[in-house]
């Protein structure tokens, strides 16, 4: 019989102690908000691993909170890709948070549960090409099983994932490691720490974003607004094969 080192097996990322987060060394890109990566096993947004991010609505600075860690991430010329979000991105306001376009890949779904299908297929496809840093998808039908497929798609990958999802989501059972409910709280973004890597969170955290976060636009012919998104299928196949490429 194979002997068993304890030690090894409190190394896993998957193994923690109740008290304590996780032992292994975590890849983490820090999130850009010193009280939050405090809270976080690794200091900051784990890669390789899904994260959910629970909200209702849009404006709350849900975006802007993920903008800096994004920014890191396409430093090195990373690939972003942001599948379905809820309205055309603006232009100007990706640029001033440091992000260039033409690291930034948009996918866009058809309504319905074709497209809910389509969004979750792009988003696994994503993560299955280790081409992206980041993986950034809205999906208000996301079932458990299908967080599952994400975040064993993640798990292969390199790129920091993030899933947006009701906050309805909350009592549902989910795969993701990491799971943050955000709302408003008195102008500031309000988060949760639903679940993590270690011992339970007990208070939550008010964080200063912008909000409304200008990162949307209502404009559908916006000339500053970002190109026409990609069909989810076409999207896949524009991948480069590898983050070297």
Same mark, same amino acid.
């Given at each position: ?21 996780? /032992? ?13 990566? !405090? ?24 975006? =802007? ?11 090195? /010329? ?5 599948? !379905? ?25 058809? =309504? ?5 299908? /389509? ?12 081409? %992206? ?80 976060? %200008? ?13 026409? %998104? ?16």
């Amino acid at each position: 019989m194979e002997s068993v080192v304890l030690s090894d097996v409190l190394a896993r990322p998957d193994i923690r102690r109740g008290g304590c987060f996780v /032992d292994a060394a975590l890849p983490a890109i820090g999130s850009g908000f010193a009280a939050l990566d !405090a809270e976080l096993p690794g200091r900051g947004w784990p890669r390789g691993a899904l994260t959910e991010l629970l909200c209702d609505g849009i404006g709350l600075g849900e975006v =802007s909170l993920l903008q800096p860690a994004l920014k890191q991430l396409c430093a090195n /010329d990373g690939w972003l890709v942001l599948i !379905a979000p809820p309205h055309g991105l603006q232009a100007s306001a990706w640029r001033a948070a440091g992000i260039p376009l033409e690291r930034l890949l948009i996918v866009n779904a058809v =309504s319905g549960r074709q497209g809910t299908r /389509d969004v979750l297929w792009a988003a696994e496809q994503a993560f299955n090409s280790d081409a %992206p840093a980041a993986v950034v998808c809205w999906s208000s039908m996301a079932n458990a099983r299908a967080v599952h497929r994400l975040q064993l798609a993640a798990t292969a990958s390199h790129a920091a994932g993030f899933l947006f999802r009701p906050s309805r989501a909350a009592s549902d059972s989910s795969a993701a490691p990491l799971r943050l409910q955000l709302g408003n709280a008195n102008n500031m973004l309000g988060i949760r720490i639903l679940k993590r890597r270690g011992p339970p969170a007990t208070q939550a955290l008010h964080l200063a974003v912008s909000r409304p976060a %200008p990162w949307r636009t209502h404009v559908k012919h916006d000339a500053d607004a970002l190109a026409r %998104p990609l069909p989810a299928a076409t999207a896949a196949r524009r991948l480069p094969a590898s983050v070297n490429e």
